[in-house]
């Protein structure tokens, strides 16, 4: 497959959050791009704005005719979500096309590049966003493939006038295995994708694989207490290692915090997001940038600027009678580290928090880590799990973490149950999580909120 040979690009799954930013990666190029997804979402609704043709319906007939033969300038992508028995996937098969993964083309527009891959169970979208921003914010740029919206760019893809990619490395299906970057990042390896891996062994393997995949004269940079089995540069807060957050703190409803490496001291620099589990994001971003030679001052007024992750830690109401944050946390470390930074914000306010679980096997596989974590609530609103790709598992519903909690205060409850709970209670801290349809309750809260 020749990239430069493309003109026409079909993405089965265009509405995922990696297949659209493909999607206009390749529109940008000056490709022909349509694409198919079972529903339509404001990022669909976006993506159709800016001229990609996406139907809804899996049916083969509504796929443009230039598409309809096959040709060395034609590039079909799938998401593995996409299901097996898909008729429009059928069709292509039928008709004789390479399908690619996802993965698999973003390991062919990384090839030849000087690649930045940050991976990790929790913490790989909000640190590969830190990175691209730093380098687009110091003037050195870069090209980026991001696993969520950059708040400061309103996309997930972004386009430098140099050979340096950012790329956000999924460990999801070992998609992270078609990269071979010149400068690493692990954030986490804690156990998840436990349907896809079978057990945590066999995904801490994968982690090491990609690990062992860096170039030569390239750099593996880790969360310490990992074993990737590769050497790296270590970080940390407020413990020893190769890159460390020291004297962190919170001013003024802001995180502030030192950087110290072997080579450098960043004094007082200013988070423009909030969140602990974000100074270790930081710390992981400003020891990448560091290697590529920014000035530490250019990385400070970066960190300051940053915005964030459209649903990481996300303010949504921020005023004088309600604080309202959204966040996609769907593991139990990722609602631990959510939870935690609320509580440290707002020690002194009642925390209500509504969360939909996100997979049958998750829920399962989690469910003891889900209610510890809850239980730091003050108060829970537990939706329906969020089923994604996967048929119902007997016996794993919600209830499932509601009896293993100690909060009393707790119930199982649907979407419009919810908005109408928080109508009636007015919450002064609010905090939604989920990685499932969740986000739709964002707009009517934010309404409820600020219009009492």
């Known amino acids: 497959?020749?990239?430069?040979?493309?003109?026409?690009?079909?993405?089965?799954?265009?509405?995922?959050?990696?297949?659209?930013?493909?999607?206009?990666?390749?529109?940008?190029?000056?490709?022909?791009?349509?694409?198919?997804?079972?529903?339509?979402?404001?990022?669909?609704?976006?993506?159709?704005?800016?001229?990609i043709c996406i139907i809804y319906d899996d049916r083969p007939?509504?796929?443009?005719?230039?598409?309809?033969?096959?040709?060395?300038?034609?590039?079909?992508?799938y998401t593995p979500a996409i299901p097996k028995d898909s008729k429009i996937m059928q069709f292509f098969k039928q008709k004789g096309f390479e399908l690619f993964k996802r993965s698999q083309v973003l390991g062919l527009i990384s090839k030849g590049m000087y690649t930045i891959a940050v991976a990790?169970?929790?913490?790989?979208?909000?640190?590969s966003c830190m990175i691209a921003h730093i380098l687009k914010d110091s003037g050195r740029?870069?090209?980026?493939?991001?696993?969520?919206?950059?708040?400061?760019y309103q996309s997930n893809v972004l386009y430098g006038d140099n050979d340096i990619m950012v790329v956000e490395a999924d460990e999801y299906d070992r998609s992270f295995l078609t990269l071979y970057p010149n400068i690493a990042i692990i954030t986490s390896m804690d156990a998840d994708h436990l349907d896809i891996y079978g057990d945590h062994s066999h995904l801490t393997e994968s982690f090491r694989m990609f690990a062992s995949q860096i170039k030569d004269g390239g750099t593996l940079i880790y969360h310490k207490g990992l074993s990737p089995q590769h050497d790296g540069i270590t970080y940390a807060r407020d413990e020893d290692a190769g890159a460390?957050?020291?004297?962190?703190?919170?001013?003024?409803?802001?995180?502030?915090?030192?950087?110290?490496?072997?080579?450098?001291?960043?004094?007082?620099?200013?988070?423009g997001i909030a969140g602990m589990h974000n100074i270790d994001n930081a710390t992981a971003a400003i020891q990448a940038a560091l290697l590529l030679d920014i000035d530490p001052q250019a990385i400070k007024k970066a960190l300051g600027s940053f915005k964030g992750v459209k649903r990481r830690f996300e303010y949504i109401v921020k005023?004088?009678?309600?604080?309202?944050?959204?966040?996609?946390?769907?593991?139990?470390?990722?609602?631990?580290?959510?939870?935690?930074?609320?509580?440290?914000?707002?020690?002194?306010?009642?925390?209500?928090?509504?969360?939909?679980?996100?997979?049958?096997?998750?829920?399962?596989?989690?469910?003891?880590?889900?209610?510890?974590v809850l239980d730091m609530s003050d108060e829970l609103l537990?939706?329906?799990?969020?089923?994604?790709?996967?048929?119902?598992?007997?016996?794993?519903?919600?209830?499932?973490?509601?009896?293993?909690?100690?909060?009393?205060?707790?119930?199982?409850?649907?979407?419009?149950?919810?908005l109408d709970i928080i109508r009636d209670e007015q919450p002064g801290l609010l905090l939604t999580v989920g990685a499932g349809d969740i986000d739709q309750l964002?707009?009517?809260?934010k309404n409820i909120l600020e219009h009492v």
Not at 20 to 49: E, M, P, W
Not at 61 to 77: K, V
């Open 141 to 152: 740029d870069c090209s980026a493939f991001l696993g969520g919206i950059a708040a400061n």
């Open 61 to 77: 007939d509504f796929i443009p005719m230039s598409f309809s033969t096959r040709d060395e300038g034609t590039l079909i992508i």
């Open 244 to 271: 460390m957050a020291k004297n962190v703190r919170i001013e003024e409803g802001d995180f502030h915090f030192d950087f110290q490496n072997a080579t450098h001291l960043i004094k007082d620099i200013r988070m």
């Open 382 to 418: 537990l939706l329906d799990i969020y089923p994604a790709r996967e048929l119902p598992i007997e016996g794993v519903d919600s209830n499932m973490i509601l009896r293993r909690m100690k909060l009393a205060n707790k119930r199982v409850c649907g979407k419009q149950e919810a």
């Open 319 to 372: 005023n004088e009678a309600h604080i309202y944050i959204d966040d996609y946390a769907h593991h139990p470390e990722e609602l631990r580290a959510a939870i935690s930074s609320v509580k440290k914000l707002y020690p002194d306010k009642k925390l209500t928090t509504v969360f939909q679980p996100h997979l049958f096997t998750r829920t399962r596989d989690f469910v003891d880590g889900f209610a510890e």
């Open 120 to 127: 990790g169970t929790h913490g790989k979208t909000t640190t």
């Open 1 to 51: 497959m020749e990239l430069r040979n493309i003109q026409r690009v079909y993405l089965a799954g265009i509405g995922g959050i990696g297949m659209s930013g493909l999607a206009r990666y390749f529109r940008h190029l000056g490709c022909i791009v349509c694409g198919y997804d079972k529903t339509s979402t404001d990022l669909t609704v976006a993506l159709q704005n800016e001229g």
């Open 442 to 445: 964002v707009q009517p809260l």
